[in-house]
């Protein structure tokens, strides 16, 4: 009886079903061997491959950029980058080694807005944005979850994940992951919390995210990671909520406002309220280490830290080597003398060399008007006064 069951089964041969070629395994990208990884963000002023050299030249083997201005609307010309560019951004960074690349995120973009237009926009701005991190072969986009208003929190988590699921609609994001980055909790900014972190990411769980740990905003929304036994409370904290493994990214900064303060202002490593031995304890902590604690690899320690004198972002870059324990031979080497405040400023002085002089006069006054504001306000007096 149990022959014809088996002519059956040998009727079908799965060597006779058509198979598409299997998908080649993805090979880990070249910087997830396990090393330490420090950047700082970087400016992409003049050209955005050259942001890759700065980061270099700093004595970083990681680095943040903006991918367009993070205070405009991108539109038309601003949504993508010229493929000439990425192409170079992508070789540069292959033959300089660096990564991961993290992408910080519009600050217009309010992913929790309820203004019809200022939702749309917002969605479409990070849809941008995820265009343009994939353009470039960035690891990571930082993104701030938003301000909820007049909503509840669960709204606004709901309104979050939504906004973030349509922005990502149709898209192939390759290697890139959505980080959500912790807030200080300033007026009506949702995941100043854990609980409210780990909500969203559990709303979005189809697509790839994660976590970017600001320091200094964990120390403004309460969490004391200023001491030794707070640092332990909160990992312990993070553990029970997002999860340590799905943090891929810590913002390293210092905080010029105490702790809980809900202020956001940033300080140099060591100059702030949470302090040295601080960073020296995150940056060798077994459960925040570069292979973290479930073999998965690929942390990376990130400043944020301000530029207020020449040479303050090398210095920044620097002292987290130094906390590191890392013998000052094995880590990356930084330019002597160098800083983008500097070549910020050398960039501009070539501009002004190679303008002619009457352009010079009037982009030096159009710069002095930093408000949009004012900025309209001027430029209907001058036209008002060319018509007069
Ligand atoms: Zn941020
Ligand atoms: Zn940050």
């Known amino acids: 009886m149990t022959e014809p069951l088996h002519t059956l089964e040998s009727a079908y041969d799965i060597e006779d079903e058509y198979r598409p070629e299997p998908e080649p395994i993805p090979l880990p990208p070249a910087w997830l061997d396990g090393s330490l990884r420090i950047g700082i963000h970087t400016s992409i002023a003049g050209d955005i491959a050259e942001s890759l050299n ?29 493929e000439v560019n990425s192409n170079r951004f992508r070789a540069l960074r292959l033959e300089l080694g660096l990564g991961p690349v993290v992408i910080h995120d519009n600050y217009l973009i309010n992913l929790a807005a309820s203004h019809p237009v200022l939702k749309v926009r917002s969605i479409q701005t990070l849809h941008n944005e995820l265009v343009r991190a ?12 938003g301000s909820r208003g007049e909503m509840s929190v669960e709204q606004a988590i709901d309104a979050i994940a939504q906004s973030i699921r349509q922005a990502s609609r149709g898209l192939k994001l390759g290697g890139l992951r959505i980080l959500i980055e912790n807030t200080s909790g300033m007026g009506t900014a ?39 036994e707070g640092l332990e409370r909160t990992l312990e904290r993070i553990e029970q909520t997002i999860g340590l493994e799905r943090v891929y990214v810590l913002h390293m900064n210092d905080s ?22 601080a960073f020296r304890r995150i940056l060798t902590h077994p459960l925040l280490s570069a292979t973290g604690p479930h ?28 906390l590191t324990g890392i013998p000052v031979d094995q880590a990356p080497d930084a330019e002597d003398g160098f800083s983008m405040l500097r070549s910020a400023r050398a960039i501009k002085a070539a501009e002004r060399e190679t303008r002619p002089r009457a352009k010079v006069k009037t982009a030096a006054k159009r710069k002095m008007k ?19």
């Open 190 to 228: 949702i995941g100043w919390n854990f609980e409210e972190v780990a909500k969203l990411l559990d709303r979005l769980d189809n697509l790839p995210m994660g976590v970017c740990l600001d320091t200094a905003h964990l120390f403004h929304a309460g969490y004391d990671i200023s001491s030794e």
């Open 54 to 82: 700065t980061a270099r030249k700093l004595g970083c083997n990681a680095l943040q950029i903006f991918s367009a201005s993070p205070r405009m609307w991108g539109s038309g010309a601003t949504t993508r980058i010229a």
């Open 295 to 322: 073999g998965l690899p690929g942390r990376a320690f990130i400043l944020e830290t301000p530029i207020e004198a020449p040479g303050d972002d090398r210095r920044n870059v620097r002292a987290l080597w130094e």
């Open 256 to 277: 010029k406002t105490p702790l809980g303060s809900r202020v956001d202002r940033h300080e140099h490593i060591g100059k702030g309220k949470i302090g040295l031995e």
């Open 134 to 145: 994939v353009q470039l072969g960035a690891d990571f986009l930082v993104v701030h979850p």
């Open 370 to 388: 930093v408000t949009p504001h004012k900025g309209k306000k001027t430029k209907t007096n001058r036209s008002a006064k060319r018509k007069a």
